[in-house]
């Protein structure tokens, strides 16, 4: 059903299209309400662009607008870093484009905003720092390669969203913080962990202050922002999506993935993100032509499908710490989905289950590849002013300015230095890569996939979910579950940040095998579609910006 009206879109999008160059604005325009920026989709504001409602000059104006109520003031989210010089530029040469040529695709003159350790030129007016002083003013030799596919598509690249510092890979530190950026907090209660590392993409996704967001995901940085934001989150396979001009931690699960308010739109990104490209190796193995997501959009999609619950350690409160509320709404979880057909197998656990939640091969790999991968990404560098050209001298930065880097309560960098301490690529590191692999799919993931004869997993997304995924390299989709209740025990998550706390949101994870993206947005879609959970609760009052487009038309 999905796909169709997706298709009928595009055939009305052509017609107006036509209308809107050779009769000036549509009718429609006077008639169709403002998009409510706060929910606005690609679709919403595609249409409105195409009808003349209004331009992407306006979007940038009201977008940036957004960020300025709420982002350094109000309630101070800080969840960007900062904006785009150029893009009230870029937006106005993309609506003159759109006058005369037609949209590029569904995300042309679409404000994105992307996470921080995303590249972007340097001569655009922008910073790729991964939160960290040590890179300011650095300049990249070129766009990453998910930024380049944007831009191709008409997309326009609003800012960098905040992030957990070096995707937190720097030490025992809240989620959400970085030098640069400080302490990215959650819109749904004061002060509340937005989770990382792709903590401010979350949050920016959850109110609206753009269309669609990026984030990057090593092991939970876009599975645990989606769950903690009430947004929807693609961590994909590693290789669909290129990391190349991304500040790294592990080719070996480094993953590039869509923040969004929808699956639909998270579909819409992914079909323009994922794809070949020859700077990145590990993206030539997927297979080809890269599908288009928003095919899978489907309400009956789950019809007749196997599902499984990989219960032991997952749905165990004692060993993934979750508050027992995460279950009871998991359970419910489940009941929808076998009202929309899907055969629940129950349990279906992972033969590795426990050797996972024992294992420190992860931190082996990581720990390795940071340091070897960090070193090249600072050798890649056109300049950087800093001086820093080496983990080495980053831990000696981070120790020299503790105004900027080691404020009270964020001093720690012991991943840092555990990471400078290793000594490259050794039998043990090729051993824990191994095991990984073994861990991860052959007794994991996909074990339990064929045992069960399955055609996914689901947990809900807080606590160890995302760790098998990660190791084994395989995707997870991410959509709304449920809200904490008013009454949860608020606990401790960081020096400035709470969590769990009342009214924030959890998520809701599918998972599968490679390049299983397709099957799995589609049942998140269904799952989507038939509990509206998102639209069950807003942020608190002080965090959802009030300007909207009205504000900024014609003016």
Known sequence: MGAKLLTLFWVWLALGQSLYVSRGVVSASITTPLPDLYEASVIELQTGLTSGQFTSVDLIKAYFARIEEVNLQGPMLRAVIETNPSALQ?????????????????????????????ATVAFEGMNTTAGSYSLLNSVVPNDAGVVKRLRKAGAIILGKANLSEWAHFRGNIASGWSGRGGQCTNAYYPNADPCGSSAGSGVSASIGLAAVTLGTETDGSITCPANQNNVVGIKTTVGLTSRAGVIPISEHQDTVGPLARSVTD??????????????????????????????????????????????????????????????????????????????????????????????????????????????????????????????????????????????????????????????????????????????????????????????????????????????????????????????????????????????????????????????????????????????????????????????????
């Open 90 to 118: 870029e937006a106005a040469a993309l609506d003159y484009e759109r006058l005369t040529y037609g949209p590029r695709s569904a995300l042309h003159g679409i404000p994105v905003l992307v996470k921080d350790n995303i």
């Open 266 to 555: 998270a579909a819409i990104v992914l079909s323009i993100i994922a794809g070949p490209d020859p700077n990145d190796n590990f993206t030539l193995a997927q297979p080809m032509p890269v599908p288009d997501y928003t095919m899978a959009l489907s309400n009956t999609s789950l019809v007749g499908k196997r599902i499984g619950v990989p219960r032991a350690v997952f749905l165990n409160d004692s060993m993934t710490g979750n508050d027992p509320y995460v279950n009871q709404v998991f359970e419910q979880a489940l009941e929808t989905l076998k009202t929309l057909g899907a055969t629940i197998v129950d349990p279906a656990d992972l033969p590795s289950a426990y050797e996972i939640y024992e294992s420190n091969n992860e931190t082996v790999v990581l720990d390795v590849d940071f340091k070897v991968q960090l070193n090249a990404w600072f050798d890649s560098l056109v300049a950087n002013p800093s001086g820093v050209a080496s983990l080495e001298d980053l831990i000696m930065f981070d120790s020299n300015n503790p105004t900027l880097e080691e404020p009270t309560g964020y001093t720690d960098q012991s991943i840092l230095i555990e990471s400078q301490a290793t000594t490259g690529f050794n039998a043990s590191y090729y051993q824990s890569l191994a095991f990984d692999m073994e861990l991860g799919a052959t007794r994991g993931i996909d074990a339990a996939l064929k045992m069960y004869a399955l055609d996914a997993l689901v947990l809900p997304a807080p606590g160890y979910t995302t760790v098998p995924a990660a190791i084994a390299g395989y995707p997870i989709v991410t959509v709304p579950l449920g809200f904490y209740p008013d009454n949860v025990t608020i606990s401790s998550a960081g020096p400035e940040t709470v969590y769990p706390a009342p009214g924030v949101p959890i998520g809701l994870s599918f998972l599968g095998t490679a390049w299983s993206e397709y099957s799995l947005v589609s049942f998140a879609y269904a799952y989507e579609q038939k509990t509206q959970t998102r639209l069950q609760r807003k942020a608190y009052a002080a965090a959802i910006p009030t300007t909207q487009l009205a504000d900024v038309i014609g003016k």
